[in-house]
């Protein structure tokens, strides 16, 4: 198991950008496929993006794709999601997550470490 810690949450208006980093404790975090969730309120926890061990892999929600960025520097056992344009209905609490895997593969499900999550809210 991995901890994970995520920052960089706040409040932004509708069109702003803010980003997250989510610190992992992990040496070996090059063997985690990584990904960011968020959930709103009332709403269920949604999948937002996922990046493959080494990065050679990206997955987005349609719902951010072309806004957010998410990135990784395993050299510092970070993970980043730059969240450009922002909309009011971004606004929720986003979760760090990660699953260790044997290979360079890419899955949308199946993450068993979490982070606490950090509150983004976008005003309009």
Same mark, same amino acid.
């Given at each position: 198991?991995?901890?994970?810690?995520?920052?960089?949450?706040?409040?932004? !208006? /509708?069109? #702003?950008?803010? $980003?997250?980093?989510? +610190? =992992?404790?992990? %040496?070996?975090?090059?063997?985690?496929?990584? *990904?960011?969730?968020? !959930? /709103?309120? #009332?709403?269920? $926890?949604?999948?937002? +993006? =996922?990046?493959? %061990?080494?990065?050679?892999?990206?997955?987005? *929600?349609?719902?951010?794709?072309?806004?957010?960025?998410?990135?990784?520097?395993? +050299?510092?056992?970070?993970?980043?999601?730059?969240?450009?344009?922002?909309?009011?209905?971004?606004?929720?609490?986003?979760?760090?997550?990660?699953?260790?895997?044997?290979?360079?593969?890419?899955?949308?499900?199946?993450?068993?470490?979490?982070?606490?999550?950090?509150?983004?809210?976008?005003?309009?």
């Amino acid at each position: 198991q991995v901890q994970l810690v995520e920052s960089g949450g706040g409040l932004v !208006q /509708a069109g #702003g950008s803010l $980003r997250l980093s989510c +610190a =992992a404790s992990e %040496r070996a975090f090059s063997r985690y496929t990584m *990904a960011w969730f968020r !959930q /709103a309120p #009332g709403k269920e $926890r949604d999948f937002v +993006a =996922a990046i493959s %061990r080494s990065g050679t892999m990206t997955r987005y *929600a349609d719902s951010v794709k072309g806004r957010f960025t998410i990135s990784r520097d395993n +050299a510092k056992n970070t993970l980043a999601l730059q969240m450009n344009s922002l909309k009011p209905e971004d606004t929720a609490v986003y979760y760090c997550a990660g699953r260790a895997d044997l290979w360079e593969v890419l899955f949308t499900t199946g993450y068993a470490d979490w982070g606490q999550g950090t509150q983004v809210t976008v005003s309009s």
